[in-house]
């Protein structure tokens, strides 16, 4: 390779550290705009359970597959630590998801692999900072959004897990709606019985629901009814959550000057 391609392709790498880690307008736009693409994939695979897979079921799919390659590798190839990246949940869910998108061969069973797609909704940590200075209401409600995210992305998986095992085996599993209908009542222990998962495999997938989410529901419920937080350093010993009132930090005593935002 030339001295002038290696500087290109130098070039060509800062420039897309910038985006995906820089502070700039155009990378924040492109963040949440990455942020937008996430949501689109889960409601792709939400709305293609409903209809019959043709043509343009497998037009969009690959062309959303594309977009979720171009991602994947781009952010491989800003990585300061390559190898390590696949030491990460997040990495293995994009190539999953890359490999549904493409595998249309594989049949609707595998769908759900795309909804893994969503745990990078999690890990995208430079998002949710910038998120706190543009949004007024996540910032006073991080926790609480953050356990709905947790929740919901938990619900999303665990539809999809029921959707891939049950579909072709179970007559009342026929759509993501029926497995997203038995997730919710065996999450809420409400349990009605019109639909039940038959098997070992069934009961196993029922257990998981019920207990973890069961455990995420609590969490969420804890954050909503707890008396609300804001996020302040302290300069003393580094707490960074107090209440909304707070003039004394609870841990060390030390006089804090929390911002106050005014009246709305």
């Known amino acids: 390779m030339t001295t002038t391609g290696r500087l290109s392709g130098t070039s060509a790498i800062n420039r897309l ?6 502070e700039s307008a155009a990378a924040h ?4 705009a990455l942020f937008a693409f996430d949501l689109l994939t889960i409601l792709f695979v939400i709305v293609t359970s409903f209809t ?14 594309l977009v979720v390659l171009a991602d994947f590798l781009a952010r491989l190839a800003i990585s300061r630590r390559r190898l390590r ?17 493409f595998g249309v061969a594989l049949g609707e069973g595998a769908g759900f692999l795309r909804i893994l797609r969503t745990l ?10 910038r998120l706190r200075g543009d949004s007024r209401f996540f910032r006073r409600n991080e926790e609480a959004v953050l356990a709905a995210i947790n929740l919901a992305v938990f619900i999303f998986v665990m539809t999809g897990v029921v959707y891939a095992t049950q579909a072709e085996r179970n007559p009342d599993i026929r759509n993501y709606m029926d497995a997203l209908y038995f997730t ?14 038959p098997g070992t495999v069934g009961r196993i997938i029922t257990v998981v629901i019920m207990i973890a989410g069961v455990t995420l529901f609590l969490r969420l419920a804890q954050v909503l009814f707890r008396p609300s937080k804001v996020r ?5 010993c ?18 804090l000057n929390i911002p106050d935002e005014g009246a709305d």
């Open 238 to 255: 580094g707490l960074s959550r107090h209440d909304a009132d707070a003039v004394h930090c609870k841990a060390c005593g030390i006089l």
């Open 120 to 129: 990078r909704l999690l890990r995208n940590y430079r998002f949710l900072q």
């Open 184 to 197: 919710v009542t065996s999450l809420t222990t409400t349990g009605f019985g019109d639909i039940t998962l």
């Open 29 to 32: 736009r492109f963040r949440y």
């Open 52 to 65: 019959s897979h043709g043509p343009m079921f497998k037009t969009l799919s690959a062309l959303l597959g």
């Open 232 to 236: 302040f350093r302290c300069p003393q």
């Open 85 to 101: 990246e696949f030491l990460h949940a997040s990495t293995w869910a994009d190539l999953v998801a890359i490999v549904s998108f």
């Open 17 to 22: 550290r910038e985006l995906y880690e820089g």
